[in-house]
């Protein structure tokens, strides 16, 4: 038994732990109470305040001009969920990448049980990308959503989320890119990406609390709300208000989790994004290569760590993914992920489906040592 310290390596499942300002942005908010827009008194108008210019970051982050089409969601599910039973509730044809997380598998495939849609798959090419042309062609004239994630979860791979979104934009369909994996990690600008519906999570890249999230749409794209309840807005009303943010965000605001979100980007922002990628793909690279050159030990995802996030799956030849967990954790002390990480058509396209991979995920606050230690302990 490793004893009581430990080394954490699934920041892909959430990021831990965050930043200092990230805590004490939570505490204060917590102390500080108000429900945002229900009364005119100074609690309810300073958690408003607080909403507000929350929203303003995280859409500035993201490159988003009107900080109304940007809500907040409890994670990366809810935000897709919004979306896709947003988009579809007329039904139609969708199309999706194979590397797509259940949180877009689930909910797509209980509306094709229920008949209300037809569910395509993209082929990849050897490289695990998605086939560009066959992407093409698979366009219908009832295709009426397209997702893709932007990295997988699995391999790390980065995804051509630029050019899908373009061809799916040229043929009048919304394109939903699920930046989960993304968000916090690597630059996203929707003016220069283009999708009409971004999700992403607040607690993984992007150094927020758990039970954070948020869903971009498109100026012009109506989405029919799946939660519908108090808004503050229009309350002689009976049905949910039509403008944004209000339509997608009935309820109150989880507001302690989405200050220490804005702090979270706050950070980000100070430390850089070219950095935190730097030191990430730094980390990537070399636990890739270290953990190739164990003899047993075969790794998935792109061989250039400028191609992927830092997601690293891997599997030892006849070991069972889950004992090897087991034993990093119970032996070295270490944390990661086994199994299929609710991706399991990725891992049927991988081959590994349905016995899993070891998944290691640094973050921004993981060490060279930290890694060192890692593959020693592999070895
Ligand atoms: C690609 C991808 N999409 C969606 C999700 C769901 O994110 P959340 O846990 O914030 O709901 C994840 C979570 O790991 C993910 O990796």
Known sequence: MAGTKYYYLDNAATSWPKPEPVYKAVESALRAGGNPGRSSHRSSLAAERLLFAAREKTAAFFGIENPSSLVFSLNATDALNMAIKGVLCKGGHVIITPFEHNSVLRPLNSLARDGLILLEEVPCTSAGEPDLNAYGEMFRPDTALVIATHASNVTGLIMPVREMAAIAREKGVPFLLDAAQTAGVIPIDVKELKPQLLAFAGHKGLLGPPGTGGLYVEDGLCLRPWREGGTGSRSHEVL?????????????????????????????????????????????????????????????????????????????????????????????????????????????????FPRGTVRVSPGLFTTEAEAAYLLKAAM
């Open 240 to 352: 949910q208000p039509a403008e944004m943010p209000d339509c997608l965000e009935a309820g109150t605001h989880n507001i302690p989790g989405i200050a220490g979100l804005a702090a979270g980007i706050a950070y980000l922002q100070e430390v850089g994004l070219a950095k935190v990628r730097e030191h990430e793909t730094l980390l990537a690279g070399r636990l890739r290569e270290g953990l190739k050159s164990i003899p047993g030990v075969v790794v998935y995802g792109p061989e250039n760590p400028l191609k992927g996030v830092a997601v690293i799956s891997f599997e030892l030849e006849g070991v069972d993914s889950g004992e090897v967990g087991y034993i990093l954790e119970e032996t070295y002390g270490i944390l990661c992920r086994t199994g299929l990480h609710c991706a399991p058509n990725a891992h049927k396209q991988l081959g590994t």
